[in-house]
């Protein structure tokens, strides 16, 4: 979540975009001692959105960001703001 939206003017696409982003992570590398890596505790700490480009025209002229008003805005920025949710987990017992 707190990801913009877009829409091409163009064709009218508001699903399929190429984007392109900068991320800067900081993050806990756990590896095993067979040499399996576990990304864990992974932080943004600056994440840019360099170009977005409509799917189908194949190029970005007419795509706009969509007013996030829309959206409701959610800053992400708090610690503990990480998506571990694990779908599927036994939580229920009926
Ligand atoms: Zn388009």
Request: glycine share 12%; proline share 3%; hydrophobic share 25%.
């Amino acid at each position: 979540m707190g990801a913009p939206r877009y829409r091409c003017d163009g064709c009218g696409n508001l699903t399929r975009f190429d984007v392109t982003t900068t991320r800067r992570t900081t993050a806990f590398h756990h590896y095993t001692v067979g040499g399996e890596l576990r990304v864990e505790e992974e932080t943004v700490l600056s994440h840019h959105v360099d170009a977005v480009s409509c799917r189908w025209c194949g190029h970005g002229r007419s795509v706009v960001e969509l007013a996030e008003s829309e959206a409701g805005r959610s800053d992400v920025g708090g610690p503990g703001e990480q998506e571990h949710q694990e779908p599927g987990a036994a939580s229920r017992v009926t």
